[in-house]
């Protein structure tokens, strides 16, 4: 989890994100393979909070998702933090954007690090809905789309409006996006292409005011120091025993 928040708290540093990934994945499948090694049903107090941080890393990944609920006992399956990784997985699977946005808000800290890999996905996601289910020429107010996606300001919505190809306006002062279809293809968005023709998505910047801010300024080790029991604690100190006085 330290690898978790190092990325997704401090710097989104794209280099690393391969390695932390695999790190992480390694971390998450030998926990798992500890606790199926102690029987279906064994208790582990933590148990749940893992299985939906280990959902929601593999959310890309359907096929291993379903495969490992049916390990589950029904018991694990609906505690909250199993339910809240499976409502996104459902968000997911169903290109429900707006859904998914919800679940990023109510998300904790931890959980909204594992979410944010995947936001550029639903935006874009979320784009082409918006292109195909408004009329020719409309315009969407960028204030309420910059709520719905989860953009941390006006730069931020305007400049992804712009790597779709969408017109602001009005050009000086931009307070909508002309949802033109012409920014479609036979194949979905007509995004930019690098050299080798594939399709350039759009960056995702730090989300310093929807995820960074739920650390509430505390340093990682004392966000996951909370729920992690100590294994030695401190013995409880003996207060000494008055002398009995002498008759």
Known sequence: LSVCLSVCVEDF?????QQN???????????????????????????AEFVGYFVLFQLGNGGE????????????????????ALSVWSALRTSNYAKFF???????????????RYVGEVRLAAARRLLRSHGPRAQYPLED?????????????????????????????????????????????????????????????HMAR?????AAGKAPADICRPSCPNPNPSPAPVTPRPAPLLP
């Open 145 to 205: 789309l910059s709520e719905l996606l989860l953009f941390e300001d006006d730069e931020d919505v305007c400049a992804f409006c712009g790597h779709l190809g969408l017109s602001l306006v009005p050009p000086s002062e931009p307070g909508a996006v002309l949802l033109d279809p012409a920014a479609m293809d036979n194949n979905g968005l007509s995004l930019p292409r690098d050299k080798n023709g594939l399709s350039i998505p759009p960056s995702v910047r």
């Open 21 to 47: 990934g695999e790190q992480l994945n390694n971390l998450l499948k030998t926990l798992h393979g500890q606790y199926f090694r102690g029987g279906r049903d064994c208790g582990h107090p933590h148990r």
């Open 102 to 116: 919800r679940l990023l808000r109510r998300a904790d800290l931890l959980q909204a690090c594992l979410l944010h």
């Open 13 to 17: 540093v794209a280099g690393h994100a």
């Open 210 to 214: 929807w995820i960074e801010v739920k």
């Open 65 to 84: 998702v379903a495969k490992y609920l049916q390990k589950l006992p029904r018991a694990l399956l609906e505690e909250p933090q199993v339910v809240f």
